[in-house]
């Protein structure tokens, strides 16, 4: 069995408190902390039969690895997902669209290093309904407990796969008939004109550097979030949002 691992921040406990409580081993809680959101949340957790301790916020932070912890962390069992891309895109095959299944939706972070964007990007992915994030083992963030409190539950449900080489995966993509799409600020066609209906990949490169040559050649094809303001380009996140959620849109 894997060594427990700690979350922490009222979203991230409260959200793997619903979805597999029998995986908590222990919550730790500030005991000075009496306000409306504390006590709610310590109803939750007394009714779901969970065990508690007190302690300090030295404590907390320790356990967190951070200050934002929000006087809430857990020790917790990480959960089951699939082990590889191939798996999960083997089971996603498995199921007939006409069972209900919708096909692949997955977003691709080429050079996202940042956790708090990681974070947000993995949240963003959950809303969505997007089935995987991908991301290069170098030059990217991993799932720490940072990346796991901005994803606010987010990072238990949406596999998160880190390939050795993106291009060839990329091409493993496009051979079970995955289309690659990037962003890129000169792309010809806006993300509203392309079709996500079918299996898809949603690339996306890091705010400022976006995507690397290698990457942006790999891909089928290349759009563009629209831009009417003064800035220049959007948050790794907020693009990621905008894509998907227009995936999902046109998936209805």
């Known amino acids: 069995m894997s060594a427990p691992k700690v979350l922490f921040g009222f979203h991230a406990v409260g959200v793997r408190m619903k979805t597999a409580p029998q995986s908590i081993l222990e919550i730790y809680y500030e005991a000075t902390r009496r306000d409306a959101r504390m006590r709610q949340f310590l109803q939750r957790a007394q009714e779901a039969g969970m065990k508690l301790v007190e302690a300090d916020g030295l ?36 199921v007939p669209q006409e069972e209900g299944a919708q096909p692949p939706l997955l977003l691709v972070l080429d050079g996202v290093t940042d956790p708090h964007n990681l974070g947000a990007c993995l949240r963003v992915a959950d809303g969505a309904g997007a089935h995987a994030v991908i991301a290069p083992k170098d030059h990217a963030a991993g799932i720490n407990a940072t990346v796991a409190k901005v994803a606010s539950g987010a990072a238990e ?5 880190m390939v050795t080489n993106l291009a060839r995966t990329l091409g493993e993509l496009k051979e079970r008939n995955i289309w690659c799409i990037g962003t890129s600020d000169d792309a010809p066609k806006t ?4 079709d996500l209906r079918g299996p898809v990949a949603l690339v996306l490169g890091a705010e400022g550097a976006g995507m690397r040559q290698l990457t942006r050649k790999t891909c089928d094809e290349l759009v563009s979030i629209p831009m009417r303001g003064a800035v ?15 995936a999902l849109r046109q998936r209805g």
């Open 232 to 246: 220049e380009s959007l948050n790794v996140s907020v693009s990621s949002g905008v894509c998907l959620y227009e």
């Open 157 to 161: 449900t949406v596999p998160y796969f």
């Open 59 to 94: 404590r907390l932070s320790r356990l967190a690895g951070s200050h934002g912890h929000q006087g809430v962390a857990a020790r917790v069992q990480p959960m089951e997902q699939a082990r590889s891309l191939d798996d999960l895109l083997d089971q996603l095959e498995a």
């Open 191 to 194: 993300i509203y004109q392309v």
